[in-house]
Nanobody, 114 residues
Framework: QVQLVESGGGLVQPGGSLRLSCTAS????????MEWYRQGPGKQRELVAR???????NYADSVRGRFTISRDNAKNTLYLQMDNLKTEDTAVYCC????????WGQGTQVTVSS
């Protein structure tokens, strides 16, 4: 069973940056989209960013202009570059890859605090 493993979370001050990674443990065929979700304390899970196999990207209004989603097919890795972080970005961030099945990572904690 292929697994997705996120990394790169941590504690950062407001205005700082982090880059999250989501790497698959094996090959997944026919991926048509990759996504980052987050769930903050006391909040519902929300879609943060999405990238389709043909390259189109979508962002939540709250992160557009600050976050960038990208992928490296050769490394089987999805990224989320997060700049100008705000306290409201504090959440557990999870990746999801959609192919014939959906694959989810276990999540990585991002805490933005001074």
């Amino acid at each position: 069973q292929v697994q997705l493993v996120e990394s790169g979370g941590g504690l950062v001050q407001p205005g700082g940056s982090l880059r999250l990674s989501c790497t698959a443990s094996g090959s997944i065929l026919n991926i048509f989209k990759m996504e980052w979700y987050r769930q903050g304390p006391g909040k519902q899970r929300e879609l943060v960013a999405r990238i389709f196999s043909y390259g189109r990207t979508n962002y939540a209004d709250s992160v557009r202009g600050r976050f960038t989603i990208s992928r490296d097919n050769a490394k089987n890795t999805l990224y989320l570059q997060m700049d100008n972080l705000k306290t409201e970005d504090t959440a557990v961030y999870c990746c999801r890859w959609s192919a014939y099945s959906d694959y989810w990572g276990q999540g990585t904690q991002v805490t933005v605090s001074s």
